[in-house]
């Protein structure tokens, strides 16, 4: 699971690159006001641990895929390309 391979602060920023707020995640999934810190913190919720992995497998997934819904050719690697400068 990506929860468990993740630092805490990863996932908090997972969570806000995809609803702007963690405190608009919970709302949005309807979750317990203190769901997400108490996971981070080792105490379990089924609902919410559910809740953030969907949100961390769409977000690995997302990079995976280009916009056109195809596998990404990046490598990870430098481009030789070189950046105007203004």
Known sequence: MLLDQMHPEDVKA?????????????????LPATGVSDLLRGRTSARVRNAVEEVLTEG???KELDSA??????????????????
């Open 69 to 86: 819904g195809r596998p990404s050719k990046d490598t990870g690697k430098p481009t030789d390309r070189k950046v105007a400068r203004a």
């Open 60 to 62: 690995s997934r997302s």
């Open 14 to 30: 997972a969570i806000r690159k995809r609803f702007g707020t963690v405190a608009r995640f919970i709302e949005a999934r309807d």
